[in-house]
């Protein structure tokens, strides 16, 4: 009897497989479809960065010392209207470097980043920098200020694109687009947009910022999102 009962179970789990695997089979087995969104934005950068170096130099047999160099910049910063504190060291630990500059004499320097919001802005440093003698200068970078909801923006067309597009070659087919099965998000992408490291590192002759107005490249947000959705 005892053994009787336990083919009885066995034969029950047995069956109960079956019948969960007939399930799965037929869930994977529904039509769907598996379509791709993208979108792109391009977007004008609000924050400019700047790399600039200061050191020390000789006029005639006179000194320049940073310390006075750096008094000198921030006066013409402010003067422009620049808020002196996006003005900082590159480092939050740096110190003087010794450096070798055209004499035997060991110079040195101090390495500072500026952050501005805009082009007229950049050629306005730039002018001041040459009035000063300050010629090592770069751009480093550019970014958004906005640039965590802009990103969400774009997700949110490139999803909107995939339903767009699911809808309608389900439509050439007569059929429509049903709920949602899974969603893959590659996330939002930036195309680095480095000057530092680059070829496009700024004159600073006077003459390039008087009459011509710096143009800056645009920042492009990509997204592209994979959907997967039943077919009704």
Known sequence: MIKL?????AIAVFIGHIVSGQTLIA???KPHID???????EIVPDEIYLSIIIKERYEGKEKIDVESQEVQLRNSLKEIGVNLNNFYLSDANADFVKIKWRTKDLLSQKDYTLKVD????????????????????????????????????????AIKAAKEKADYLLSALGEQTGKVIWVNDSGASLSPVLYANSNERLDLSYGKFKNDELQFQKIKISASIQVKFYIK
């Open 27 to 29: 869930q994977e087995e």
């Open 118 to 157: 805009g082009a007229t802005t950049v050629g306005k440093v730039f002018m001041q920098l040459d009035k000063l003698k300050i010629y090592d200068a770069s751009i480093w970078k550019v970014y958004h200020s906005k640039m965590d909801s802009l990103k969400k923006e774009t997700n949110i067309k």
């Open 5 to 9: 009962r336990l083919f009885v179970v």
């Open 35 to 41: 379509v791709v969104g993208t979108a792109e934005m």
